[in-house]
Antibody, heavy 117, light 107 residues
């Protein structure tokens, strides 16, 4: 069964850092790009970042460029999002998704990030 | 950057109704559009990709159409389990973007 399981969310102070992980199973991880999407409480979906199959190409939302880094470890079937200089407006549920030619056909359950003092 | 505008933002409908949601792109995106369904507290679920291709396992009452800048999601006969929020998403170019969502509620 295909599964994506996010972890690493939590409460962090403004200006702090956090690393999210997404463990993938049930498919050949190296065949797909992977994507992070977030959703602030009561708000809509917002695309955050995408990394291609071998990690050589990365794409970011303008508001997170220079603060967030997406990466993957294909030997561990894992996707990561390193977040730094966090702001209150980064508070959201963060989902990882398997990228299928641009749409996400499988999603994790999400991990909540709260940026607050 | 490409902006997606969905209409309406809120829709009240009855079981059995035919429902249509529109998504307009600020510039042409060919057929690089997906539709998702999201229920409260759950991850989004892919319904349609490439504007009109039904994702495996999605009921045939869902359909998508359009290309360029105007797209529609149609539910031919609304079922109780279809009450949710629907989002369009473009993947023609980066940054990818979502519409603001359309909440479908029970009349």
């Amino acid at each position: 069964e295909l599964q994506l399981v996010e972890s690493g969310g939590g409460l962090v102070q403004p200006g702090g850092s956090l690393r999210l992980s997404c463990a993938a199973s049930g498919f050949t991880f190296t065949r797909n790009s992977m994507t992070w999407v977030r959703q602030a409480p009561g708000k809509g979906l917002e695309w955050v970042a995408t990394v291609n199959q071998d990690g050589s190409n990365k794409y970011y939302l303008d508001s997170v460029k220079g603060r967030f880094t997406v990466s993957r470890d294909n030997s561990k079937n894992s996707l990561y999002l390193q977040m730094s200089s966090l702001r209150a407006e980064d508070s959201a549920v963060y989902y990882c998704g398997r990228d299928r030619y641009g749409s996400c056909d499988y999603w994790g359950q999400g991990t909540l990030v709260t940026v607050s003092s | 950057d490409i902006q997606l505008t969905q209409s309406p933002s809120f829709l009240s409908a009855s079981v059995g109704d035919r429902v249509t949601i529109t998504c307009r792109a600020s510039q042409g995106i060919s057929s690089y559009l997906a539709w998702y369904q999201q229920k409260p507290g759950k991850a989004p679920k892919l319904l349609i990709y490439a504007a009109s291709t039904l994702q495996s396992g999605v009921p045939s009452r869902f359909s998508g159409s359009g290309s360029g800048t105007e797209f529609t999601l149609t539910i031919s006969s609304l079922q109780p389990e279809d009450f949710a929020t629907y989002y369009c998403q473009q993947y023609n170019s980066y940054p990818r973007s979502f519409g603001q969502g359309t909440k479908v509620e029970i009349k």
